[in-house]
């Protein structure tokens, strides 16, 4: 079975944090700068929150406040859902689906390491497939 670290080889180990003390405006300018659709909450070098587009959304725009008035403390998720880079890869996406979450944080030697989406999942898996596809037609053809 396929392991988490082997999309974080494909995609690299980057990850876009922020404070809980940061405003919501800023995360959001931060997530459009890296083109991301979350960013990992860190005080202390310690995972304390999620923020997302979602977050933004229900607890920001929704009731509406302005994303400039609001912490991203004030609108992060938690408790925050993980994975190790040795988590299968299907397990991620049944907890992701279970749990209705886009992101997971990687975490080794209890460090952030890496963050996966969905996306990234389903992006891994098309690739092994287009893979297994084109030795599958190379068997069959006889090449």
């Given at each position: 079975?396929?392991?988490v670290s082997s999309i974080l080889s494909?995609?690299?180990?980057?990850?876009?944090?922020?404070?809980?003390?940061?405003?919501?405006?800023?995360a959001v300018n931060l997530m459009n700068?890296?083109?991301?659709?979350?960013?990992?909450?860190?005080?202390?070098?310690?995972?304390?929150?999620?923020?997302?587009?979602?977050?933004?959304?229900?607890?920001?725009?929704?009731?509406?406040?302005?994303?400039?008035?609001?912490?991203?403390?004030?609108?992060?998720?938690?408790?925050?859902?993980?994975?190790?880079?040795?988590?299968?890869?299907?397990?991620?996406?049944?907890?992701?689906?279970?749990?209705?979450?886009?992101?997971?944080?990687?975490?080794?030697?209890?460090?952030?390491?890496?963050?996966?989406?969905i996306g990234d999942i389903m992006a891994?898996?098309?690739?092994?497939?287009?893979?297994?596809?084109?030795?599958?037609?190379?068997?069959?053809?006889?090449?």
């Amino acid at each position: 079975m396929a392991k988490v670290s082997s999309i974080l080889s494909r995609k690299g180990f980057d990850v876009v944090t922020v404070t809980p003390k940061q405003t919501a405006i800023e995360a959001v300018n931060l997530m459009n700068e890296h083109r991301i659709g979350a960013v990992i909450v860190v005080e202390k070098e310690e995972i304390v929150g999620i923020f997302t587009e979602r977050d933004l959304l229900r607890r920001i725009v929704a009731k509406g406040k302005r994303a400039e008035d609001v912490t991203v403390g004030q609108a992060m998720s938690t408790p925050v859902a993980y994975c190790t880079p040795e988590t299968d890869i299907q397990e991620c996406r049944m907890a992701m689906t279970q749990k209705r979450i886009r992101h997971l944080p990687v975490i080794q030697d209890k460090k952030l390491a890496g963050l996966v989406s969905i996306g990234d999942i389903m992006a891994y898996e098309l690739s092994e497939h287009q893979t297994t596809i084109q030795y599958l037609n190379e068997y069959i053809s006889g090449r």
